[in-house]
T-cell receptor, first 116, second 115 residues
Framework: DTEVTQTPKHLVMGMTNKKSLKCEQHMGHRAMYWYKQKAKKPPELMFVYSYEKLSINESVPSRFSPECPNSSLLNLHLHALQPEDSALYLC???????????????FGPGTRLTVL | AQKVTQAQTEISVVEKEDVTLDCVYETRDTTYYLFWYKQPPSGELVFLIRRNSFDEQNEISGRYSWNFQKSTSSFNFTITASQVVDSAVYFCALRKTSGTYKYIFGTGTRLKVLA
């Protein structure tokens, strides 16, 4: 199984809602990532979990809250988002710890989020 | 400073034509990694290739080939006999061997292959 899955595929939420994005991989990967991608832009790194611990937070606003319940799962909890947070949210994983620069990341299909 | 430039914003070709996507990078590091990813309309980024800075051998994988030239800081990607399924956004990325190791992506090239 060489797949990263993400649910839901699409999400529309109001600015006062609380929602969660989910990501799952069963490749035994030990690093997992959240990216945000705006239209016609490259992905921007948000968070990195390495061995289930938060390793990197790229100065992301606290209205985004990541969680790694186990080595296969990664969540992104959303609360009080703004319309400018509308984007494609991509999850990725890699086989070894993030600080090994030669290991490629495998991406999920993303969740397309719209904040009204 | 680290930077990746993909000057071609969008390219359109007719099926079966060859097409080259350009990637030029800037880094002061002597060791680094370069990557190409494909992002089809479905959204996920698909890993295509990784190249380390010590390996300047060109690589061919089916219809895909990559030309790494350290002297010009370029890592170009050629698709031979393009197909409609090649339509996607292609990202070139640089990764350092120290620090956070995060990807420095180019802005991407949108390739449209017309039937």
């Amino acid at each position: 199984d060489t797949e990263v899955t993400q649910t839901p595929k699409h999400l529309v939420m109001g600015m006062t809602n609380k929602k969660s994005l989910k990501c799952e991989q069963h490749m035994g990967h030990r690093a997992m990532y959240w990216y945000k991608q705006k239209a016609k832009k490259p992905p921007e790194l948000m968070f990195v979990y390495s061995y289930e611990k938060l390793s990197i937070n790229e100065s992301v606003p606290s209205r985004f809250s990541p969680e790694c319940p186990n080595s296969s799962l990664l969540n992104l909890h959303l609360h009080a988002l703004q319309p400018e947070d509308s984007a494609l949210y991509l999850c990725a994983s890699s086989s070894r710890a993030m600080r090994e620069p030669d290991n490629e990341q495998f991406f999920g299909p993303g969740t397309r989020l719209t904040v009204l | 400073a680290q930077k990746v430039t993909q000057a071609q914003t969008e390219i359109s070709v007719v099926e079966k034509e060859d097409v080259t996507l350009d990637c030029v990078y800037e880094t002061r590091d002597t060791t680094y990694y370069l990557f190409w990813y494909k992002q089809p309309p479905s959204g996920e980024l698909v890993f295509l290739i990784r190249r380390n800075s010590f390996d300047e051998q060109n690589e061919i994988s089916g219809r895909y080939s990559w030309n790494f030239q350290k002297s010009t800081s370029s890592f170009n990607f050629t698709i031979t006999a393009s197909q409609v399924v090649d339509s996607a956004v292609y990202f070139c990325a640089l990764r350092k061997t120290s620090g956070t190791y995060k990807y420095i992506f180019g802005t991407g090239t949108r390739l449209k292959v017309l039937a």
